[in-house]
C-alpha cells in the first residue's frame, strides 16, 4: 500500500489516456447530441440550440408512444425469454466438472466470434417461408404423413409453410438469438459465488430441488438476475439490427424511428431527443440495480 502512494503519480498518469479517449471520442460527442435534442432546425443543415423542449413533447405523441411502448414490450418479452432459458443454461454451467465448464463457457460467447450482421442473415435463412425451418417441418409432416398412410390411418393434409419472416415472432426470436450470452454470463458469475453449503443443507432439511432454487438460489443470485435483465433489456430496447431485417413495417423499433430522423427525415434534433429518451431508460434502469445492491449491502450489514 505505500509503495502505491509513493508512486500514486505514475498510476494516475496511467488513466490519462483512457480517461481522454473517453472523454474526447464519447462524452463530449454525447454532449454535442443532448444539445441537439434542445434545438430547432433553421435550414436545410443549420439547427440552433434555442433550449426548447418541443421535441420531448413530440416523443410523447401518440404515435411515438406507441412505438416507444411495443419497444419496451418486445425488449421485455426478449429479456424473460433469455432469462427463462438461460437461468437453467448458468446453473448447469455452475454445476458441470470443470473441464466441461470452460468448453461450456467457450459454446455461450462463441456467437460473439462472429459478426452480427452475418448472423442475422442466417436467421432469414432459416426463418424465411422457404428457409430451413419449414424445410425440416415439412420434412417431419411427410413423414408423419406417411407413417399414418401405412398404418392405414389416412394422411395428412399438405404441409403449408409458416410464415415467420417480418413478424413480431421474427424479431423477439433474433433479439433471443443475439442477446442470449448476455443473460448466461451475469447469471453465471451470481451463481458462481453462491455458498455451495447454503444449498446442500437447504436439501438436507427437506426443502427439495425446486424449494431451494426458489428459496435459496434465486434470492442469492438475485444482483446477477438484476445486471442480466439490465444488459440484456438496455440493448433490446435499442437493438435496430433485428427489426430492420426481421421485422416488417409494423414491427418497426424506436431505434428504427431514430434512425430514420438522422438519416431521411434530416429532424436532428428530433432524433437526439428519441434518443436521450433511450439514455434516460438506461440511467433509471442502473439506478435501480444500484439502490437494489446498496439495499442489500444494507440489509447484510444489519444482520
Known amino acids: 500500500m505505500q509503495d502505491w502512494r509513493r508512486n500514486s ?9 483512457p480517461v481522454a479517449w473517453l472523454l474526447l471520442l464519447f462524452l463530449v460527442p454525447l454532449g454535442g447530441v443532448w444539445l441537439l435534442s434542445f434545438g430547432q432546425n433553421t435550414g436545410l443543415t443549420e439547427i440552433t440550440v434555442t433550449g426548447t423542449l418541443a421535441n420531448y413533447q413530440r416523443a410523447l405523441e401518440p404515435l411515438y408512444l406507441e412505438i416507444m411502448l411495443k419497444s419496451l414490450w418486445i425488449a421485455g418479452a426478449t429479456t424473460m425469454i433469455c432469462l427463462i432459458a438461460g437461468f437453467p443454461v ?5 454445476f458441470a466438472p470443470p473441464r466441461a465448464k470452460t468448453w461450456l463457457l467457450l459454446l455461450v460467447m462463441l456467437p460473439f466470434w462472429t459478426n452480427l450482421l452475418i448472423r442475422t442473415y442466417a436467421l432469414i435463412a432459416v426463418l424465411r417461408t422457404n428457409g430451413f425451418l419449414n424445410a425440416g417441418l415439412g420434412w417431419l409432416w411427410d413423414g408423419l404423413s406417411g407413417l399414418l398412410a401405412l398404418l392405414g390411418l389416412g394422411s395428412l393434409a399438405p404441409f403449408q409453410p409458416l410464415h415467420l419472416l417480418y413478424t413480431d415472432f421474427a424479431v423477439v ?6 442477446h442470449l450470452p448476455f443473460m448466461v454470463l451475469p447469471l453465471y458469475a451470481a451463481l458462481e459465488r453462491i455458498d ?3 444449498i446442500e443443507a437447504s436439501l438436507d432439511l427437506g426443502a427439495g430441488h425446486l424449494r431451494t432454487l426458489a428459496y435459496v438460489v434465486c434470492p442469492l443470485a438475485l444482483p446477477g438476475i438484476i445486471s ?7 440493448p433490446a430496447l435499442g437493438a435496430y439490427l433485428a427489426p430492420d431485417l ?8 424506436i431505434a428504427n424511428v431514430i434512425e430514420r430522423q438522422f438519416k431521411r427525415a434530416n429532424d ?5 431527443a428519441l434518443s436521450f429518451l433511450l439514455m434516460y431508460a438506461t440511467f433509471i434502469a442502473l439506478f435501480v440495480r444500484a439502490a437494489v445492491a446498496r439495499s442489500r449491502g444494507g440489509g447484510g450489514a444489519a444482520l
Open 268 to 272: 436532428w434534433p428530433f432524433g437526439a
Open 246 to 253: 426481421l421485422g416488417g413495417p409494423s414491427s418497426q423499433l
Open 9 to 17: 503519480g505514475f498510476f494516475a498518469s496511467l488513466a490519462v489516456p
Open 196 to 198: 455451495r453449503s447454503l
Open 228 to 234: 442480466g435483465v439490465i444488459v440484456t433489456m438496455v
Open 173 to 178: 426470436f433474433g433479439l433471443v438469438y443475439v
Open 90 to 94: 448458468a446453473l448447469a454451467i455452475v
